[in-house]
């Protein structure tokens, strides 16, 4: 009544009622002060509304959507709702656990979260796309997202989206329920298999690549065995290609070890790089 005096504008408020019977009512006022030079004190005029059946119901919804709200929230899956607007209307414990960050997301849209974090403008256009295909087409929609935690390690989850018609206050809207994995150790293993994968390929390309050295310094001369013209060349180009299948065979041995030393602890030893080079010269001087 104070702030009516104040303002001179209406004022509402709600309040539980006593009747002369001993029922109990909620009831609305909407009440307006008015100033009177007639009367003393000035003039009082307003409604008031029984409000209390709907507001029984309301209470009853309530309690249902917190009923619902902490069941969900100890799920082992981050839970979230979008309006038609692709704003915030609920999110799990599970999805933000700051519970400040979280009520203030509220109402929010994927472009205040991106900016919040500083993300990139592709993580909530991605989002939104999402959001408006699963409402428009009236369909489920599954995605992948990449994240940055607190400690900034990246996480991989796993989004489904799915459309869903609410009744609110008598009428229908339209919303997006979204409900997401962590799969941070299934995609981490594998990128760690896609690695290992190109590894092997590089590995798989050096040997070809290392073994078709001494098996063309054999086939070039095999070529100039047979054109030797003294058994003199012949026994050098043959003491030559035994060096090339030695060479082979040692090469051969160098893998095997290698595939049993890839368990084992890494131990730095010396070469010889003149030896090395020597040892590349011998095997590609008869190339054509």
């Not at 002369?20 to 009177?36: A, H, M, N, V, W």
């Not at 299934?186 to 690549?209: C, G, M, P, T, W």
Request: with cysteine.
């Amino acid at each position: 009544m104070a702030k009516a005096m104040m303002t001179k504008d209406n004022v509402e408020f709600k309040s539980w009622f006593n009747t002369p019977d001993g029922e109990r009512k909620y009831l609305i006022y909407i009440t307006r002060y008015q100033r009177s030079q007639k009367i003393k004190g000035g003039i009082w005029y307003g409604t008031v509304q029984d409000f209390t059946e709907q507001h029984l119901a309301e209470e009853r919804i309530l309690e249902t959507k917190q009923f619902y709200e902490s069941w969900i929230d100890h799920l082992p899956i981050e839970s979230v709702m979008f309006d038609e607007n692709r704003r915030y209307i609920y999110i799990s414990d599970n999805a933000i656990e700051d519970d400040e960050f979280r009520n203030s997301l509220i109402g929010k849209t994927n472009k205040d979260y991106a900016d919040f974090l500083g993300l990139d403008d592709a993580f909530y256009v991605q989002r939104d796309q999402k959001i408006v295909e699963s409402i428009r087409e009236k369909k489920s929609v599954k995605f992948e997202e990449k994240m940055v935690n607190k400690e900034g390690e990246d996480t991989y989850h796993l989004r489904f989206l799915f459309p869903l018609e609410i009744a609110e206050r008598g009428k229908t809207k339209q919303v997006a329920v979204g409900y997401s994995f962590n799969i941070t150790d299934i995609k981490q293993a594998e990128l760690e298999l896609i690695r290992k994968n190109e590894e092997l390929d590089r590995f798989v390309y050096s040997i070809s690549h290392d073994l078709r050295a001494p098996v063309a310094s054999i086939s070039g001369l095999t070529d100039l065995i047979r054109e030797a013209e003294s058994k003199e060349e012949l026994l050098s180009m043959l003491d030559m290609q035994k060096e090339a299948l030695v060479r082979m065979d040692q090469y051969i041995k160098d893998v095997l070890d290698y595939s049993r030393n890839a368990r084992m602890k890494v131990e730095p030893t010396l070469i010889s790089i003149p030896e090395v080079v020597e040892t590349c010269n011998d095997e590609l001087k008869f190339f054509s």
